[in-house]
């Protein structure tokens, strides 16, 4: 079982569309990060949101942290091809213990086309 | 500054070898984390080394290992090689690392992919 459920897997869309991609959990985090990563290259940090109800603006993307601290997401407005890429969530500091570090969801595969 | 880099890039090893990756970090952090990318089962986090020392470890079997030099660059050694173990590894670095539910901001490397035959 995925501790991070990232929803859609795959998301193709016209260059100037909207979209939301989510990152659900049952468990509580203490913070929660998302990253692009580009084919070849390792994943980068796009921002971290730390309380609930956070929400995080960068340029044309929008993050946004659960109350409850158990899910996120992201909405990017006015897509354009330069957002392409495999996008990340995770988490740091989940209750019920187990090992520290960062807890990753599978990724939404995000294609903006022309 | 100069980023992460891993070496090698790419690898292919078969069954039952060992394999050791490597990892220099951004100058002046003392954290390196490792972590395993498959696409079925996404990033998973492997260990984490601050200041020499194993500070936090995934659940992942005893042939994954590693170590920490005092100029912080780090090796993964993976023992025994599996058909499984074909994957992209990766590393991160950072100032202070994982500690908390607070992580430093992780700058990943570009990974080492390795091939088991």
């Known amino acids: 079982t995925q501790l991070l459920e990232q929803s859609p897997q795959f998301l193709s869309i016209q260059e100037g569309e909207n979209l939301t991609v989510y990152c659900n959990s049952s468990?509580?985090?203490?913070?929660l990060q998302w990253y692009r990563q580009e084919p070849g290259e390792g994943p980068v940090l796009l921002v971290t949101?730390?309380?609930?109800?956070e929400v995080k603006k960068l340029k044309r993307l929008t993050f946004q942290f659960g109350d409850a601290r158990k899910d996120s997401s992201l909405h990017i407005t006015a897509a354009q091809p330069g957002d392409t890429g495999l996008y990340l969530c995770?988490?740091?500091?989940?209750?019920?213990?187990?090992?520290?570090?960062?807890?990753f969801g599978k990724g939404t595969h995000l294609i903006i086309q022309p | 500054k100069a980023g992460v880099t891993q070496t090698p890039r790419y690898l292919i090893k078969t069954r039952g070898q060992q394999v050791t990756l490597s990892c220099s970090p951004i100058?002046?952090?003392?954290?390196v984390s490792w972590y395993q990318q498959t696409p079925g089962q996404g990033l998973q986090f492997l260990f984490e080394?601050?200041?020499?020392?194993?500070?936090n470890k995934g659940n992942f079997p005893g042939r994954f290992s590693g170590r920490q030099f005092s100029n912080s660059r780090s090796e993964m050694n993976v023992s025994t090689l599996e058909l499984g173990d074909s994957a992209l590894y990766l590393c991160?670095?950072?100032?202070?690392?994982?500690?908390?539910?607070?992580?430093?901001?992780?700058?990943f490397g570009p990974g080492t992919r390795l091939t088991v035959l």
């Open positions: 080394y601050f200041s020499e020392t194993q500070r």
């Open positions: 468990s509580v985090f203490s913070s």
């Open positions: 949101v730390v309380t609930g109800g």
């Open positions: 995770a988490g740091a500091g989940k209750s019920g213990g187990g090992a520290d570090g960062l807890t």
């Open positions: 991160a670095s950072s100032l202070e690392g994982l500690a908390g539910g607070f992580p430093d901001t992780q700058y």
């Open positions: 100058s002046g952090h003392r954290s």
